[in-house]
Nanobody, 121 residues
Framework: QVQLVESGGGLVQPGGSLRLSCAASGSIFSVNNMGWYRRAPGKERELVAYITSGGSTNYADFVKGRFTISRDNAKNTVYLQLNSLTPEDTAVYYC???????????????WGQGTQVTVSS
């Protein structure tokens, strides 16, 4: 069994900030890439950012320097700092991890349940 549990979402005014966290737990052997996706109402899910186990990062163009992804490998946790939020950032944010479990010889993608971020005045 493995779980990805997100936290940190909520309601924030335009221009505000939030910090999302996602902790992976269970019988984990190794965690490779970790990332964040989002799905806005009426839109497809899209990549926001990802980070490799070595700390290299990649961001979607719409982030434009406003978001920062980081991770704590010792805690199997990934973070997403959201700054300068706009109403267009309103979405459910999902954590994603490419992991190998103790019981497996291969890596698979795992998803969190999502956390709602609402940007509104």
């Amino acid at each position: 069994q493995v779980q990805l549990v997100e936290s940190g979402g909520g309601l924030v005014q335009p221009g505000g900030s939030l910090r999302l966290s996602c902790a992976a737990s269970g019988s984990i052997f190794s965690v490779n890439n970790m990332g964040w996706y989002r799905r806005a109402p009426g839109k497809e899910r899209e990549l926001v950012a990802y980070i490799t186990s070595g700390g290299s990062t990649n961001y979607a163009d719409f982030v434009k320097g406003r978001f920062t992804i980081s991770r704590d490998n010792a805690k199997n946790t990934v973070y997403l700092q959201l700054n300068s939020l706009t109403p267009e950032d309103t979405a459910v944010y999902y954590c994603n991890a490419y992991m190998r479990l103790v019981s497996n010889l291969y890596y698979s993608y795992y998803w969190g349940q999502g956390t709602q971020v609402t940007v509104s005045s």
